[in-house]
């Protein structure tokens, strides 16, 4: 069995361990870390419950190697409030706009949503569907998620510097 020395830095701390070469970085954060806001949903990349943020690119962890994300920066729904105890505005829009039932998905949409805005801060419903698309909801048919995402642009756009509330 081979293992290797890594370190990660998951939602703003930095994780050393040693860990077997083959170990997901799914597993590594749920496991490892006791972190289980990352889902694990299909094994198969189909699903997208697991999607986190690795150097602010949303890959699907069950992918991706733990030894893969040594020395990078990775978020996870967990990681997305403030420590001030409010919410992020992603995961105020996606309650305010009802972006979710069963809540399966929810992290994995709402990583894949902010890596969007921040590529795309104005996007159209299209592009909001094209940037989701990764991940598979079975209970809410999309459209509050979009609702939702539509919401958190505007927020996040008004919170930027020179937004609506500078």
């Known amino acids: 069995m081979s293992t290797h020395k890594i370190t990660v830095t998951v939602n703003g701390t930095a994780h050393t361990a040693e860990v077997e070469a083959r170990l997901l970085l799914v597993h590594f954060i749920r496991e490892t870390l006791g972190l289980t806001g990352t889902h694990i949903g299909c094994d198969t990349t189909s699903c997208g419950a697991c999607t986190v943020l690795l150097d ?76 989701i698309s990764g991940n598979l909801c079975r209970c809410t048919g999309y459209i509050n998620i979009v609702k939702a995402v539509q919401s958190a642009a505007t927020a996040m756009a008004a919170a930027e510097p020179g937004g609506q509330n500078a």
């Open 56 to 131: 602010d690119k949303p890959v699907k962890s069950c992918t991706v190697l733990a030894v893969q994300a040594d020395g990078a920066q990775v978020t996870t729904v967990e990681g997305l409030a403030p420590p001030t105890g409010a919410l992020h505005p992603m995961q105020a829009a996606f309650i305010e706009q009802h972006g979710l039932q069963c809540g399966f998905c929810t992290p994995g949409m709402m990583l894949s949503s902010i890596a969007l805005l921040k590529h795309n801060p104005h996007p159209t419903e299209d592009e909001i569907r094209w940037g």
